[in-house]
């Protein structure tokens, strides 16, 4: 049977099962999943509008800015030069500068720890919302009560409030409507908003290349702070940007493409700016820099921060292309299909430019081939080759074969109907889309020491459905605790409201595949922390993690099957779990190494009064028992301890056994025995 695999290298969020959400995964598409479909033949260069009517062909990139793509967008606070050098931005209405002044007043009561004014702007947001019925007021409303904030919680009343939003208008709540139906497996509700959203966001894709990947950064590495990936995200301030820009200044024509690069979409902790890309651009293509000449025909081709104009797109497009920068092609075949900057639309160019960037290796040209055998334009409708070429731009990372994968598996069309993998693929892309920016603003407020607006902005992502985002915001009210400026019903979170908090979005980037959020929620049931203790959901969590090769989390397996807490008790499991926890991770040698001595006590010597006192010791010693917690545990390191002291207290036997033995052996003459001096491992 033939196969064709698709390695999705390049996404944070993969396709079902929930497991894998979090990291990189294969899809395996067979002859069963391809749906037999006879091609149907259409004349060269016919018409394809009658064709698959309900898909898009090569549609138009959107070029209005973020905020007008978002209605209701925070970018008007976060960036408001940005917002009013736009040629399209109109005067606000006195309902939406009322919105706006309510949310930057929340903000600011969330940096500044200031329960009074955020209560006033709740007050004003639940008027708006209530009264007014302002949309964008009821999506905030509904993440007040998703979240506790100065509200009861109440997931109900979330639900209502963005349910009203959604239909007002406003994409992050049908995003955070469908990322619930999505966990509650409401297929057919949830495919169909993600639709609606991955549209959007690819509409705002360019058309020549696939955009990069804007990522939620991760602030944290486990348990530490990501301070490298931090270091990247520092903008004009970063050390590496500072040497690139003297770099550009000294007539370096690949550091004025990467500076140029770099603005116009965003990257390295940079606000987008296409004035400044658009100069640093000019600057190399006077230097004979091909890639800026192609982003030079996709800016005036998009009209992004120049007046449109397709024949100077298709010139610069035409001059990369010259210079063997074969993704160009994709631009110039794209305004050939569109009749765009040309005489007339010439569907044989078009495919002719396609297949000289797919012929090297372009994912680009993989994808728009896709297309036009999609959908017979200028040659014979193929919907199984499309299916195969959309495989291998997927493979490359181009999030528009995501896209049309996605419908392909929601239709039928081509693929077997399967809305799980349709709805993977629709998230993958919506979370592309430009409700990305609050990942920006988020790490920026972090960056700059702004914790509580840092935790607030990733809230509201976790509640769109960001793997990233949910275990940022659970980090930050674990690692920063009360000076995480967490708000709760009534004021400041109280202890068990940021555990509770924090255990919940923990809860839910384990659902998405994260494995240190899976084995810090094993650790929550298992020491009671946010959570009633369960020995059981404990060792669940734990098995979540160790699907994920987990070390830490097989260790724990091992060591609630070795004291039988939540699993049964089983020192031939218990050492199992042990021996792989060593194998995934060779710093766990010396914690493997006293567990198996552990397992040696109780196997040689149980019910002894050696393992009743080691069992007891934190009832022996309450106060090394608190220090244990309060010390220890925040490492993860308790059981560490106990199999220290298990092995001191080995050791204090076996020497007091020596020299018993010695002196019995003085007295009868009995020559001396080689004595081990460390208990075997139990098989």
């Not at 509650?184 to 991955?198: C, N």
């Not at 007539?251 to 979409?265: E, L, P, S, T």
């Not at 995934?584 to 006293?594: F, N």
Request: hydrophobic residues 40%.
């Amino acid at each position: 049977m033939q196969k064709y695999n698709l390695t999705l290298s390049l996404l944070i969020f993969s396709l079902l099962p929930p497991s894998l959400l979090a990291g990189p995964f294969v899809l395996i598409l067979s002859q069963d999943d391809l749906k037999d479909i006879p091609s149907s033949a259409t004349t060269t260069d016919a018409d394809p509008a009658e064709s698959l009517p309900e898909w898009d062909e090569f549609g138009d990139s959107d070029s209005k800015p973020e905020h007008e793509l978002e209605p209701g967008s925070w970018r008007p606070i976060f960036e408001p030069d940005a917002v009013n050098s736009s040629t399209s931005e109109s005067k606000l209405d006195t309902e939406m500068e009322q919105y706006y002044s309510a949310v930057e007043k929340m903000l600011s009561a969330v940096s500044d720890g200031e329960v009074g004014v955020m209560e006033e702007s709740v007050a004003e947001i639940e008027e708006l919302a209530s009264v007014k019925g302002n949309s964008h007021a009821q999506s905030v409303l509904g993440f007040l009560y998703g979240l506790g904030q100065i509200k009861e919680r109440n997931k109900a009343k979330a639900f209502l409030y963005h349910n009203f939003a959604a239909k007002g208008g406003n994409l992050q709540s049908k995003l955070a409507i469908a990322y619930t139906y999505y966990r509650q497996h409401m297929y057919e509700k949830a495919v169909k908003l993600y639709a609606e959203l991955a549209e959007v966001a690819v509409n705002s894709f360019l058309i020549s290349k696939y955009s990069p990947v804007i990522e939620p950064v991760r602030i944290h590495n486990g348990a530490e702070e990501n301070k490298e990936a931090l270091r990247k995200s520092r903008g004009e301030d970063d050390d590496v940007f500072q040497i690139l820009e003297y770099q550009a200044q000294k007539g370096n024509a690949g550091a004025m493409y990467k500076i140029g690069y770099f603005y116009y979409f965003g990257l390295r902790g940079l606000r987008r700016d296409h004035a400044k890309a658009l100069a640093w651009f000019s600057k190399a293509v006077e230097k004979g820099e091909p890639r800026s000449m192609e982003l030079l025909g996709e800016i005036y081709a998009r009209g992004a921060g120049v007046e449109r104009n397709y024949t100077k797109a298709l010139e610069w497009l035409t001059l990369a292309a010259k210079q063997q920068l074969y993704s160009a092609y994709n631009g110039m075949g794209y305004l050939y299909v569109k009749g765009y900057g040309v005489e007339k639309k010439n569907y044989t160019k078009a495919k002719e430019y396609f297949e000289r960037a797919a012929d090297n290796e372009d994912a680009g040209g993989h994808y728009n081939l896709g297309v036009i055998h999609l959908k017979g334009i200028g040659v014979k409708r193929d919907v199984k080759l499309a299916c195969q070429y959309f495989i291998v731009a997927a493979n490359a990372g181009q999030p528009k074969a995501f896209y049309q994968l996605a419908k392909m598996f929601h239709k039928g069309v081509g693929l077997k109907k399967n809305l799980p993998m349709a709805i993977g693929l629709y998230k993958l892309v919506a979370e592309r889309g430009p409700w990305n920016s609050l990942s920006r603003w988020a790490l920026e407020s972090y960056l700059k020491g702004n914790v509580g607006k840092a935790s607030l902005l990733y809230s509201r992502m976790a509640e769109l459905g960001y793997e990233i985002a949910q275990s940022n915001a659970a980090w930050i009210l674990d690692k920063y605790a009360e000076h995480s400026m967490c708000l709760g019903e009534s004021g400041f979170c109280t202890d068990s409201e940021r555990h509770q908090r924090a255990h919940s979005l923990w809860w839910e980037a384990s659902e998405q595949g994260n494995e240190h959020a899976a084995l810090l929620i094993g650790d929550a049931y298992y020491y009671g922390r946010g959570t009633v203790r369960d020995y059981e959901r404990a060792a669940e969590a734990y098995m979540h993690a160790k699907s994920q090769s987990n070390a830490q989390a097989m260790f724990n397996l091992g060591y609630m099957h070795e004291h039988g807490k939540g699993l049964p008790f089983d020192l031939h499991l218990a050492k199992r779990y042990y021996d792989q926890a060593l194998e995934i991770d060779s710093a766990a040698k010396l914690p493997v190494t006293l567990a198996l001595t552990s397992l040696w006590i109780r196997k040689n010597y149980a019910d002894s009064v050696m393992v009743h006192m080691i069992d007891s010791l934190p009832e022996f010693y309450p106060k090394i028992e608190a220090w244990v917690e309060n010390v220890i545990l925040e490492e993860g390191n308790a059981t560490i301890l106990t199999l220290f002291v298990c092995l001191l207290t080995v050791l204090y036997f076996r020497e007091r056994q020596r020299r018993n033995a010695g002196v019995a052996a003085g007295e009868v003459g009995i020559p001396d025995q080689p004595i081990e001096h460390a208990p075997p491992a139990p098989n």
